[in-house]
């Protein structure tokens, strides 16, 4: 119990400070992330030599993106975010080996192709973020230059973004790719390992090319406060990632903790995993539990709270992962869409109910894997029960924290739930989850039964009328 609470209480102040002044909002926001070489093969011109093997580029490209903008217009995201395709050394299927900070990689396609997804993108209501890494590959000649050794962290590849001409350089670059292209925003890789007074200055940069551009900041295990007046627009929450997957990735797991993620005014971006962190699918096949279920309900939990949802391609079809390049497996369009058309449910759920993304955050119930919360908005109130167990899980929310006289409509299962004397009782079925909104109780509605009781006793005296008319006209 005190382990707990000393977790709730070190991760809401971690969360808990004011949100930077932005011209952006996200708040409507989800993100789909794609490591461009293992999405889809759009042209097998660019594929250059094939060697096979997961620490090699295995085909995908920018075309192929722009085939499956649809797939991914159709789960409900709204942010397509790439992997870095600044021209990258040998091998450097990832994007974060950099030879060049102006070239797209010639696996990947071209600046046309680039300017091309962006368009089609834009044509959806699609918004293009990029990766924006501070380092070059270990092989780069600016490495050994003289005139440009000094640029770096000692014995690193990392920019020391210290130096005024280093700052110029890489502003330079970030303005040069929105000019280009027209892409919309920048997730900024290891952002914990450049300077918040550099970051601030970059935003200043970027927003003055296109004010209502996008910087989210991954900053590791970083300290957010560290942000807050950097310009930044939101941050990836890695925390949340890491316990997540810890709670969910098991049943009969607790869920204690949780609710510390929510304390935070400060846009966050959260997500159950990425190219950095071992797949949540790996931790429920290590667990011997199955992965869809699992997935069910960490991705409830995503969609449910005042935070950008960031999935990570292949987390629709449960794609297995692991440390280093097994994280970054090929993607199959070929497999089971039961996740696909749960996201994409959550996605409609989420912009139904406003308060799932605005919300104020109040835990209503935790225990032994038992979770129900509460969000509200203005005068709209959702509840969201999640059953972690094994066991069919009954839970009654008084009359203390809901008004009584109204029902509970479920929106991912149907039905609903009227209040009783001690308040609103919420049963899942073991590894389960619901969400609901909160609504007046409706009592039966008179036209509607006068409706449904008159219909047919008129069809019935019509009938009778014609009988009667016709047995008169019967010849005698």
Same mark, same amino acid.
């Given at each position: ?154 014995? *690193?590849? =990392? ?176 497999? *089971? ?58 839970? =009654? ?80």
């Amino acid at each position: 119990m005190k382990k707990g609470l000393i977790f709730i209480l070190c991760v809401s102040l971690l969360f808990c400070f004011s949100a930077t002044a932005s011209a952006v909002n996200l708040q409507d926001e989800s993100i789909y992330h794609v490591a461009v070489d293992r999405f889809y093969n759009g042209t097998t011109a660019n594929d250059g030599e094939r060697k096979g093997g997961l620490e090699h580029f295995l085909g995908g490209d920018l075309q192929g993106v722009i085939k499956k903008l649809d797939y991914i217009k159709g789960m409900g995201f709204t942010i397509v975010s790439l992997s870095p395709i600044f021209q990258n050394e040998a091998n450097g299927f990832h994007g974060k080996w950099v030879k060049d900070f102006k070239k797209v990689d010639e696996h990947f396609g071209t600046m046309q192709d680039l300017k091309q997804l962006t368009k089609e993108a834009h044509k959806r209501d699609l918004k293009v973020m990029i990766d924006f890494v501070f380092e070059t590959g270990p092989n780069h000649p600016w490495l050994s230059d003289p005139a440009k050794k000094e640029w770096f962290v000692e014995g *690193s590849t =990392t920019f020391d973004v210290s130096r005024p001409d280093v700052q110029a350089f890489i502003i330079d670059v970030a303005k040069w790719w929105i000019k280009q292209s027209d892409i919309d925003g920048y997730r900024l890789i290891d952002a914990n390992r450049t300077e918040p007074q550099f970051l601030k200055k970059m935003a200043e940069e970027v927003k003055s090319v296109k004010k209502d551009f996008i910087l989210v900041a991954d900053i590791g295990g970083g300290d957010p406060n560290t942000y807050q007046n950097s310009g930044i627009d939101a941050v990836m929450n890695t925390y949340f990632a890491k316990n997540v997957q810890k709670s969910f990735s098991n049943v009969d797991e607790p869920l204690s903790g949780l609710d510390g993620f929510t304390q935070s005014n400060l846009p966050v971006v959260s997500f159950l995993d990425d190219e950095d962190i071992v797949r949540f699918t790996r931790k429920a096949v290590e667990n011997e539990a199955f992965p869809v279920t699992r997935l069910k309900l960490a991705l409830t939990y995503l969609y449910t709270l005042p935070a950008v949802p960031f999935v990570y391609y292949g987390t629709e079809i449960a794609l297995d992962g692991g440390n280093g390049a097994v994280n970054y497996r090929m993607m199959d369009f070929r497999t *089971s869409t039961e996740i696909v058309e749960y996201i994409t449910n959550l996605a409609d759920i989420r912009k139904i109910l406003p308060s799932l993304r605005t919300g104020q955050y109040h835990l209503l119930y935790e225990k032994d894997g038992m979770l129900v919360y509460q969000l509200k908005s203005g005068d709209e109130t959702s509840i969201i029960a999640i059953n972690n167990t094994s066991q069919t899980k009954s839970v =009654t929310i008084g009359f203390r924290y809901l008004p009584d006289n109204h029902e509970l409509r479920g929106y991912l299962k149907g039905g609903s739930i009227k209040s009783s004397k001690d308040g609103y009782t919420i049963t899942l079925e073991r590894e389960t989850a619901e969400i609901f909104k909160l609504d007046e109780q409706k009592g039966a509605s008179i036209p509607f039964i006068s409706i449904l009781i008159g219909v047919p006793v008129l069809f019935i005296l019509f009938l009778y009328a014609a009988y009667k008319k016709g047995k008169g006209k019967q010849p005698s």
